[in-house]
């Protein structure tokens, strides 16, 4: 459920509206800030810009995140093309303001990606 706040803290006025998403032991804070509307982000931006790599979203299973992503694209998204290597696959969604991984990462390889689980990956049991 989104929420409308008045911001403060150096936002005098401003009004924000956002909505948190719980996943095991996190929490994500989505936020939109309605007034004052921000700047156009450049054709050019990427999220690195703000000093971060990107947001990965990886099963164990192959077959989940290739349902995820031919989800993604079939609400008309925009990915990278899929890479493929046995059981590991990934692709970035490539929109604006929006910089997402969606990748199969076998559990024997997971030091070798610095991925550590800390939830269930979509439609997989806990």
Avoid: H
């Avoid at 303001?97 to 990462?105: G, R, T």
């Amino acid at each position: 459920m989104a929420r409308s706040t008045k911001c403060s803290g150096g936002l005098d006025g401003a009004r924000s509206e956002s909505f948190l998403v719980k996943g095991g032991s996190f929490v994500v804070e989505v936020v939109q800030y309605l007034e004052p509307v921000g700047r156009p982000v450049p054709e050019d931006y990427c999220v690195a810009d703000q000093g971060l790599l990107n947001v990965a979203m990886a099963s164990y299973e192959r077959e989940a995140a290739e349902r995820v992503l031919d989800r993604i694209e079939s609400a008309g998204y925009r990915s990278a093309q899929r890479i493929t290597m046995g059981s590991a696959c990934g692709a970035y969604v490539l929109e604006p303001e929006l910089m997402v991984e969606v990748c199969a990462i076998p559990e024997e390889l997971e030091p070798a990606f610095g991925f550590t689980p800390v939830a269930p990956f979509f439609g997989q049991q806990g």
